[in-house]
């Protein structure tokens, strides 16, 4: 099979059901090794230096290729108290982004996301609700906030945090509130592996810089 088409060569059986998957969406999950404490410590190179690990081993997966390696646009901190809530929303610029709980009580808001095929959400079939549907068909899938947990998704996928609805404890009790991390990856060239060229760009040629006009004559 080709890169970009479904060419086969091979001759197949006929009458036969095949059933091909395409434009998958990955989502990512580590949890991490160590007990979770990072609230307690003032410094946080030993996370981040994990997180740039699992980032750059996630890429690796994925077959980007191996001149480049994760950067990490930005990354802050979440404090979600009693019916706190991030509505829908994508992270703009960002090639892969995540989250990683620190803490996360009970009933304090699942991550979300939805099918990113808009087209898909126009008709709905009727489904055999006797059956348990093929996980490949949801149409949107929740992810339980679980401490030490890092999770990656595509920054241009749609996503949301439910409310804070833990009732275990008062709305002022720090023991109810869900502590997390958020940030942005792109990709950047690792040092050494610059191109004294730029790639070609899509079907234009080469990508080109503005300073690289100045000495041109018209
Ligand atoms: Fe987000």
Redesign the pocket.
């Known amino acids: 099979m080709d890169q970009h088409t479904n060419n086969k060569l091979e001759q197949r059986p006929r009458d036969t059901l095949f059933r091909e998957q395409w434009f998958a969406t990955q989502i990512f999950y580590w949890d991490h090794p160590t007990p979770v404490d990072m609230h307690h410590r003032s410094e946080y190179n030993h996370f981040t230096k994990w997180l740039f690990a699992k980032v750059n081993e996630m890429m690796e997966s994925m077959g980007y290729h191996p001149n480049f390696e994760g950067f990490c646009d930005n990354m802050w901190a979440n404090i979600n108290k009693r019916y706190s809530h991030?509505r829908n929303?994508v992270?703009p610029g960002a090639l892969w982004?995540g989250v990683y709980y620190i803490q996360a009580p009970k009933d304090s808001g699942r991550l979300w996301f939805t099918d990113p095929r808009g087209e898909a959400h126009t008709m709905v079939p009727h489904w055999d609700n006797k059956k348990t549907r093929d996980r490949d068909f949801w149409r949107e899938v929740y992810y339980e906030p679980v401490p030490g947990r890092l999770i990656l998704f595509p920054g241009w996928l749609t996503?949301e945090v439910e409310p804070n609805l833990n009732e275990e404890f008062d709305k002022e009790d720090s023991r109810g509130w869900r502590y997390s991390l958020?940030f942005n990856f792109v990709q950047r060239y690792k040092p050494g592996k610059e191109p004294v060229k730029q790639p070609k760009g899509h079907n234009s040629g080469g990508g080109v810089f503005a300073d690289e006009l100045e000495n041109t004559d018209e």
Do not use: L
């Open positions: 991030n929303h992270h982004s996503h958020s």
